[in-house]
């Protein structure tokens, strides 16, 4: 059984979600940008129940804190577990060289 956890975000994925909410809506429209925020929202949310689900991230294997993530409209979140919470820790489009 999958106990469920709190997710919390970084300061930085706060920025990132941001900053990705100002370019859609500058790039392609306000609606788009909200849509999109739904969906990373309620894919995180999901981490509440489904953080095992998430696949190891490769970039950061040798980090001492086991990070994972998850792709929502070609999006990577990464997270990591502390405890009892899910730690959002990075949001950025795939296409992005990420900068961790």
């Known amino acids: ?3 469920a956890k ?3 975000w970084t300061e930085a994925a706060k ?5 990705i909410f100002n370019n859609i809506s500058t790039t392609k429209s306000t609606q788009h ?8 929202l309620a894919s995180t949310l ?3 129940t489904k953080h095992d689900l998430g696949t190891p ?5 040798r980090e001492s804190d086991p990070y994972k993530y998850i792709i929502t409209a070609y999006y990577k979140i990464i997270y990591s577990i502390v405890l009892d919470d899910v730690v959002v820790e990075v949001i ?8 961790i």
Request: hydrophobic letters at 45%; charged letters at 25%.
């Open 92 to 99: 950025y489009h795939q296409k992005q060289d990420p900068v």
């Open 57 to 61: 991230e490769k970039l950061l294997g």
């Open 6 to 8: 709190k997710v919390i």
């Open 15 to 19: 920025k990132d979600l941001q900053n």
């Open 46 to 48: 999901a981490l509440e």
């Open 33 to 40: 940008a909200q849509a999109l925020m739904k969906m990373i």
């Open 1 to 3: 059984m999958v106990t």
